[in-house]
């Protein structure tokens, strides 16, 4: 897997995530799915986004016993998908029981991530909701170690955040990073964001568009700016890296 461009199917059903993706024409994105989506359509969705020959995340987070989650990730598996995640704070050895679940008779398996401390949690939340008192930044570092050593691919953070994951568990634990918007874009509810060139200098390696792509006017130039700044480098005025 390369450095690509995720586009966040954020939703409510079947029908307006395919009128998004017919303007598309025929492109074949990588693509997420989360769970407003996914509870909507059940797991058809992915088997015919496959068959039309998308690539899927299936942004599920999953929290559970390791016994839970292992059988769940073999469901999600067997859909298909090539990019599932879960919360790191259901430890290692759920993180573990994941992997066996995910890995299909023929070895193969999709790529799992590991959600840290949701972007939405700060240290005042944690520190009184969890009764987590480190600082966030070593929270979301030591998390990601567990992912690693657990076997994980690598976990979702912020952009800002892919150069000491990458420093802490090395170049190819992957960083997939939302929070992406274009430099004369508006920021909406998020709050630190990065354009895709910066996401790419930064190391980032899948950056998740959603609304700068499925909101924009013309959604295809759109996702092919977001190809050109983040894959090849190059910014609005043409210019290299
Ligand atoms: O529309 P926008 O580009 O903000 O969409 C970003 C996507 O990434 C959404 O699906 C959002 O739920 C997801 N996401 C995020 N921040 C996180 C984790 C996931 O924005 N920390």
């Known amino acids: 897997m390369g450095k690509d461009v995720i586009v966040a199917l954020d939703f409510a059903g079947a029908r307006e995530a395919f009128a998004f993706l017919d303007k598309l024409g025929q492109r074949r994105p990588f693509v997420k799915i989360g769970m407003e989506l996914f ?20 942004d599920l987070k999953l929290h559970d016993i390791p016994t839970t989650v292992k059988k769940a990730m073999a469901v999600l598996s067997g859909l298909g998908a090539d990019l599932v995640n879960l919360h790191a704070a259901g430890t290692g050895r759920m993180m573990e029981a994941a992997l066996e679940g995910l890995t299909r008779p023929d070895g193969t398996r999709p790529k799992l991530i590991a959600v840290t401390q949701l972007t939405s949690t700060d240290q005042e ?16 570092m030591h998390y990601a170690k567990t992912a690693k050593a657990a076997g994980l691919d690598g976990v979702v953070c912020s952009p800002l955040e892919a150069p000491v994951v990458h420093a802490g568990c090395g170049a190819s634990f992957l960083t997939v990073t939302p929070g992406v918007r274009f430099a004369d874009g508006a920021a909406g509810d998020q ?51």
Not at 125 to 140: G, N, W
């Open 39 to 58: 509870y909507a359509e059940g797991p058809g969705i992915v088997r015919e986004l496959k068959e039309r020959g998308y690539r899927v995340f299936l």
């Open 125 to 140: 939340t944690m520190e009184r909701d969890l009764l987590i008192r480190e600082p966030i930044a070593d929270v979301v």
């Open 191 to 241: 709050k630190r964001v990065t354009t895709p060139a910066r996401a790419k200098e930064l190391g980032s390696d899948y950056i998740v568009v959603g609304r700068p792509i499925t909101a924009a006017e013309d959604p295809a130039a759109a996702y092919d700016r977001c190809v050109r700044e983040f894959v090849d480098g190059i910014d609005r005025n043409g210019k290299g890296e």
